[in-house]
């Protein structure tokens, strides 16, 4: 079963001569069960196609499903990013007022799930990634690898069947990187989609397929061998 679904996606940013064209034309198709790993030089892309397969921008034309939802149709994105859809930003986007444990809950808790079975969700994931711990702590009372592994905890949590990964492991080392990867693995295997964004080739190593953007267009798409657990 297809989870997301670009069919001939183009975002252009600006308008005339200043117009920059992030991408052009992309289509891609992600399944139940499959991790796409997605590489390319800096300003190829990468990340734009991460917002558009999530909801967080819009195409200038195409189209992008997640299941069978059309997301030009969708009134409450926010609220299908809740309940399918996990981020792992490039730059985190954690809230700094709130600790670990809180920000993995948000999520959960806007959804309607009480702050009690919210917080025992958000505690197990945190186990997940070994930082549960520091679960009372705030962000800017943790490192950057720990920051890291609370942001890919919060989108983990609940029952989300597409993660999307911008760089999970860049500031991790790379035991801790492998096991951020296991997990995500385990997701897939579980049923989930993974899109990972990564410039590492030992990242790559773990996805089913690996998509090569260059100027805002796919130039290669090939099979990756899986990482050995």
Not at 57 to 68: K, L, M, Q
Not at 117 to 138: I, S
Request: with cysteine; aromatic share 2%; proline share 3%.
């Amino acid at each position: 079963m297809t989870v997301v679904r670009l069919a001939e996606v183009a975002r252009v940013h600006g308008e005339g001569a200043t117009a920059v064209h992030a991408l052009k034309g992309v289509s891609l198709e992600v399944d139940a069960g499959e991790l796409v790993a997605v590489m390319g030089p800096s300003g190829s892309g990468k990340s734009t196609l991460l917002n558009l397969a999530g909801g967080l921008d819009r195409p200038t034309s195409g189209t992008v499903h997640i299941g069978e939802q059309d997301l030009a149709a969708v009134r409450d994105l926010a609220a299908l990013r809740r309940r399918g859809v996990g981020y792992v930003f490039q730059d985190l986007n954690l809230i700094t007022s709130l600790t670990a444990a809180e920000n993995v809950m948000l999520p959960r808790e806007l959804d309607g799930v009480r702050a009690r079975l919210a917080r025992e969700e958000a505690m197990a994931v945190l186990a997940e990634v070994d930082v549960d711990d520091l679960a009372d702590r705030f962000p800017d009372e943790l490192s950057g690898g720990q920051r890291q592994r609370v942001a890919i905890a919060r989108a983990l949590v609940g029952e989300r069947r597409l993660l999307l990964a911008d760089e999970p492991t860049g500031a991790l080392d790379t035991r801790t990187g492998d096991e951020i990867m296991r997990l995500l693995r385990a997701r897939c295997d579980a049923g989930a989609a993974v899109l990972l964004v990564t410039h590492e080739p030992r990242y790559a190593a773990w996805a089913d397929r690996v998509v090569f953007l260059r100027d805002g267009m796919i130039a290669d798409s090939a099979s990756a061998p899986l990482a050995s657990a």
